[in-house]
């Protein structure tokens, strides 16, 4: 039987190339018919393939007559990079390398890489927002941020082991591997900087003019469990904010039409509401906003929101209309069923009470009509005599003038009178504040009352009539 020629150096598609024209010949000379019908499988196998990943794919058994050692890169200077404790310094040593030899979490469909040792990806990165992230990154590939020096394991040049597989930045390589495919002239444009830069790395630039696609890599030198240090360069290096704490960012990104737009259900409950189909654009419109390195958190495998990105969604909007984070929080933290009442109340409310303050902040209602920050200041100080022992709303409601810590304007203590009678039902909280935005809504423009003296009604005699429940289930049915 002819002896086979050693392939180790060739190229993906060479070596497709080579058994395309080589295989036929060799199965003719194979001695048994055992043989000869297993080289007879191989070789459909390996003229489908496009290149050594497809054949991962495609043909595992063919595979392994083909697959190789890494070949070795083009090496460069030694440097560091720190981890998100940044007590944890990590010796690596610049490289260039083919972009097919590397070793990814997930193939270029995005599926799992099952030659990729799954202890090293605590990523879920079949998610949509993980694919959604590589397909932008590919097409806004900044050759920069992938060649500068960051001296960081989660940005810059990805980090590789000795045997090519990706340490840290498979998701830096899956958007190489894309811009190479679907965005040329994204890839050209990084090829041709890394050439003209690798001097700076320590690297010979003639010695990448001469591959196919170079990428520049770090490559973990020294000792230690690549396990740990793929968990630590997934990990953040500053503590994440809650949903409440991000919520003020949110807010200045989420648009006042956004929540205008949004559908109420039948239920009262937001939660549910967001869900809705009818409020998917609303959904996507808020995802594009925030950024796609924390897309991952608030999207499922299908593009489905989260339980994180509907609590997101919600503390965004409830800080748009009220501008206050910490009353956010209070309906996601408190303990206190009361209180979760009435945040729930104020909560499934938000569609209202957005009309009557963007109508309020543009000029078309009183601006004394708004009484968000009234409403803040009365749940805050419902809180805190609940938080303590020896008061209760009653005690405070008789002898208010006792506790300095606890002044409040008349109004803000009519408003905490009427969220304490109706602090046991979220829906009779929802329906009460959300009458007060139907309320402003039913208002002249102040311009009217101006010109032609027809006198709006006066806040004080409003408020007292909300107060009372006047006004409750006697709701707009077209609020938008």
Do not use: C
């Not at 497809?54 to 890169?73: F, M, Y």
């Not at 989660?154 to 930045?169: K, N, T, Y």
């Not at 963007?358 to 609940?386: F, N, Q």
């Amino acid at each position: 039987m002819a002896k086979k020629k050693d392939t180790v150096g060739r190229k993906p598609r060479e070596r497709e190339e080579r058994y395309k024209l080589s295989a036929p010949s060799q199965a003719m000379k194979v001695e048994g018919k055992e043989e000869a019908e297993e080289s007879r499988a191989v070789i459909p196998a390996v003229e489908m393939a496009r290149d050594k990943q497809t054949v991962k794919e495609l043909a595992p058994e063919a595979n392994k007559g083909i697959a190789q050692p890494p070949r070795p890169g083009v090496e460069g200077d030694v440097s560091k990079a720190y981890g998100a404790d940044p007590n944890n310094k990590y010796a690596v040593r610049y490289e260039v390398r083919e972009l097919s030899d590397l070793v990814a979490s997930n193939t270029d469909t995005g599926a799992i890489n099952p030659d990729y040792p799954a202890e090293l990806q605590p990523r879920d990165r079949t998610r949509a927002a993980s694919r959604a992230q590589v397909a932008n990154m590919a097409n806004n590939l900044v050759p920069d941020m992938l060649i500068e020096e960051f001296y960081s394991t989660d940005r810059g040049a990805p980090i590789i082991g000795q045997d090519a597989v990706v340490e840290s930045g498979n998701g830096r390589i899956s958007a190489l591997r894309r811009a190479a495919r679907d965005y040329p002239e994204k890839y050209t444009a990084y090829r041709e900087e890394l050439i003209e830069r690798a001097g700076e790395r320590g690297i010979d630039p003639e010695a990448v003019k001469g591959m196919r696609e170079p990428v520049l890599v770090r490559v973990r030198i020294g000792e230690g469990s690549r396990v740990e240090f793929a968990r630590e360069a997934n990990t953040a290096g500053v503590l994440a904010m809650s949903e409440t704490e991000q919520s003020r960012t949110d807010a200045d990104r989420l648009k006042t039409r956004d929540i205008l737009n949004f559908n109420l259900g039948a239920t009262g409950d937001i939660s549910t509401d967001i869900e809705r189909r009818d409020n998917r654009e609303f959904v996507r419109s808020f995802m594009a906003a925030v950024p796609e390195t924390e897309r991952g958190a608030l999207m499922g495998k299908g593009g489905e929101l989260t339980q994180a990105g509907n609590k997101r969604i919600q503390a965004a909007m409830f800080t748009k209309v009220y501008d206050d984070t910490q009353v956010a929080a209070l309906h996601f933290e408190s303990t206190d069923s009361n209180v979760k009442n009435i945040t729930g109340g104020l909560m499934n409310s938000l569609a209202d009470m957005a009309k009557a303050e963007e109508m309020i902040k543009g000029g078309a209602r009183a601006k004394d009509l708004s009484i968000t920050k009234d409403i803040t200041v009365a749940v805050k100080t419902y809180k805190s005599i609940k938080d303590r022992d020896d008061m209760t709303v009653e005690m405070y409601l008789d002898q208010s003038q006792m506790f300095d810590e606890y002044k409040i304007t008349p109004t803000q203590r009519k408003i905490l009178i009427g969220l304490h009678e109706r602090s046991r039902s979220s829906k009779k909280i929802q329906s009460w504040v959300g009458s007060w935005g139907n309320v402003v809504q039913q208002q002249p423009h102040p311009d009217q009352v101006t010109m032609f003296d027809t006198g709006g009604a006066d806040k004080e005699v409003l408020l007292d009539a909300w107060i009372a429940g006047k006004f409750e289930g006697h709701e707009q049915t077209e609020l938008f």
